[in-house]
């Protein structure tokens, strides 16, 4: 009950002071690739519900012949405006809206593609099921750090099924046991550390410290 009043003050004060940012990039996108400015994507949520998450569009709207579900590091499916907020993960912001709907947390694991979750979901995935997903996370935070890029191939649904869901899913299953507020409160803080180290350039990043107690 807690959590869920926090996620409720810190989402609806971000997004007073985030809405010039967030009116100037709707505009930015118009401009750049006309609208949709939303991407809805079909998600699982609490307990295995699917729901309707938003974020702004980065793709443009015609794709070609490319079918992947996971988006592969240069995808040229991003248009240029949209590869600068999917960096600075701008595009997230709109999920705010998602918290304060109640189908989101700031903090949880992240919540993934219908398909990816009923056909590649084992039981320690399941087991993140059962805590609201979140806008970020262990599992989110390793692969801005590393998985983004092992998704340098056309192979990207591959190698994000193979070898980097299963790790996400262990890192989150590690939260979801050991949460508590201060470990949000860490996560929030580190989730901003990596997002201004790579805009300034950084590129490597150690494994984070979850990773020795998943396999345990």
Same mark, same amino acid.
């Given at each position: 009950?807690?959590?869920? =009043? $926090? /996620? ?5 004060? &971000?997004?007073?002071?985030?809405? %010039?940012?967030? @009116?100037? !990039? ?69 999920? =705010? $809206? /998602? ?5 989101? &947390?700031?903090?949880?694991?992240? %919540?993934?593609? @219908?398909? !990816? ?70 996560? $929030? ?28």
């Amino acid at each position: 009950m807690v959590k869920r =009043l $926090i /996620d409720i003050v810190l989402s609806f004060i &971000a997004l007073s002071i985030l809405s %010039p940012l967030l @009116i100037i !990039i709707t505009i930015a996108i118009i401009v750049a690739d006309g609208m949709p400015v939303l991407y809805k994507a079909r998600r699982v949520g609490l307990y295995g519900n699917p729901f309707v998450m938003h974020k702004f569009r980065t793709m443009k709207v015609e794709q070609g012949e490319i079918i992947n579900k996971i988006t592969s590091k240069n995808d040229k499916r991003v248009f240029w405006l949209g590869s600068l907020l999917r960096k600075s993960k701008i595009d997230e912001l709109p999920q =705010l $809206i /998602d918290v304060l709907r109640g189908k989101m &947390a700031i903090v949880g694991p992240r %919540p993934e593609d @219908i398909d !990816i979750v009923s056909q590649y979901y084992d039981d320690i995935g399941k087991q993140t099921l059962f805590v609201r997903p979140g806008l970020v996370s262990p599992g989110s935070l390793f692969n801005y750090t590393h998985g983004e890029q092992w998704l340098n191939t056309s192979d990207s649904d591959n190698i994000y099924i193979n070898k980097l869901l299963p790790i996400k899913l262990r890192l989150d299953y590690y939260y979801v046991r050991n949460s508590s507020l201060f470990y949000d409160f860490k996560i $929030i803080i580190r989730t901003i550390f990596v997002i201004i180290s790579i805009l300034l350039g950084r590129k490597k990043f150690p494994y984070p410290y979850e990773y020795k107690y998943i396999y345990d």
